[in-house]
């Protein structure tokens, strides 16, 4: 049974930046994506990112591209999320996932999740 890690989140000032990591235990197929999502307090969880495992195609939300970066390491079984120039808005906690069926933005499509790092932007 796979399970998931998150890790790298804390309080930074506005501008800055911050590599999250999402280590895996088990094997993850080429067939499957992983992805990061984020929720802020009150808000439903929101697609920020996610990555083909095989391939290495990446994906963005409109609201994070050109900002974050998005890439795995399939030696690691790791997962990272570089978030550069950082605004107050990005402050959630950032969650990894695992789809098992392929690339999907779609939360509820995603079979496991870690349990989640706080990132907080301060402004």
């Known amino acids: 049974q796979v399970q998931l890690l998150e890790s790298g989140g804390q309080l930074v000032q506005a501008g800055g930046s911050l590599r999250l990591s999402c280590a895996a235990s088990?094997?993850?197929?080429?067939?499957?994506?992983m992805g990061w999502f984020r929720q802020a307090p009150g808000k439903e969880r929101e697609y920020v990112a996610a990555i083909r495992w095989g391939t290495g195609g990446t994906y963005y939300s409109d609201s994070v591209k050109g900002r974050f970066t998005i890439s795995r390491s399939t030696a690691e079984n790791t997962m990272y999320l570089q978030m550069n120039s950082l605004k107050p808005g990005d402050t959630a906690v950032y969650y990894c996932?695992?789809?098992?069926?392929?690339?999907?933005?779609?939360?509820?499509?995603?079979?496991?999740w870690g349990q989640g790092t706080q990132v907080t932007v301060s402004s």
């Open positions: 996932g695992l789809a098992r069926r392929g690339y999907t933005t779609i939360a509820a499509e995603y079979n496991l």
């Open positions: 088990g094997r993850i197929f080429s067939s499957h994506a």
